[in-house]
């Protein structure tokens, strides 16, 4: 009877060797896969981080641009943004259209543990939507309005006339310090020291299409603009009004500062100081802006909106 029972403890022992054995070979299986798959989520964390990037920076570049060559352009931003990124082994597939561009990617990451329950390697997909729309409400906007009106890309406008050449004592400036916004800003000056601080650093608060604000009357001149400074105007309804008067924001437009400069002149015996500011019209997208609705006036807003 001993004997039997001795036998039959061997055997308990051997079959519970087995099934710890078994046991261990599963739970060594399932945790390979599950380091496998956590891996593959990294990869496809990282890989849609490099397809949205790639999205945005084909559409910035596609600002102002014919359609026939938006394909072109969009791919070699994305091209260049994957291979700086450690993606030269992926192509983007690019769909532009006339105010987004789509990238789509897809990686193929090799399993480094699953290999021993037979699954090799897995494709990671991602895809983004860059979305290019007019700017309705922007930062960094300088006191200086002019009219809306149909612009030429590359010409030259006078977006601040200089003394004795504006209408009814206004020459172009805006009184940012009428603004709602205006006790939030980092501005504490009024007048022409605003006005002067304003055109070289740009309002940090953000501005909005439908706005009201207040003119500027008088030259405004004084401190120096850095030539080819892309500047953010506001456009308003109309400048044909007399002295301080309010004015309807109706979108926004970006100019590059081709000079700013002040002369003194004498107009009816009288010395005037002219502060003006001309500018060429470019197209452009304002980092700090809200996405809108509004007639495109060449300043732009591009965002992610798959």
Known sequence: MLRKIRKLKNEEHGQA????????????????????????YVEKAKLQNAVDAAALAGAYD???VD???????A???????????GYEDVIPIIDPEANSVKVSAIKNVNYTFAQIIGLSSANVKASATASISPADGVTGVIPVGIVQQ???????YTLKEGGGDGA???????????????????FNKGGAALFQDLVTEGYDQP????????????????????????AYIPLVDSMDVEGKKELMIVGFAAFKVKSYYEEK??????????????????????????????????????????
């Not at 060797?17 to 593959?40: C, N, W, Y």
């Not at 996405?291 to 965002?303: E, F, I, K, M, Q």
């Open 168 to 186: 009814n004592g206004n020459f172009g400036g805006l009184d940012f310090g009428s603004l709602t916004s205006f006790v939030n800003s980092s």
């Open 265 to 306: 002149t004498e107009i009816d015996g009288k010395i005037v100081k002219k502060g003006v500011i001309v500018g060429t019209f470019e197209y452009d997208v304002a980092a700090s802006s809200v996405a809108g609705t509004y007639p495109d006036s060449g300043l732009r807003n591009v965002r992610l909106t798959e």
């Open 150 to 156: 149909t612009f030429n890309i590359g010409q030259e």
């Open 62 to 64: 596609l600002t102002g």
């Open 17 to 40: 060797l087995v099934f710890f054995v078994g046991i261990f070979a599963i739970l060594l299986a399932v945790m390979a896969f599950v380091v496998d798959v956590g891996s593959v």
């Open 207 to 230: 501005i909005f299409v439908g706005e009201k604000v207040f003119t500027e009357p008088g030259a405004m001149s004084g401190k120096s603009f850095t030539e080819n400074k892309m």
């Open 75 to 85: 791919r070699g931003a994305a091209d260049d943004y994957f291979d700086s990124n």
């Open 67 to 73: 359609d026939v060559i938006a394909e072109t352009i």
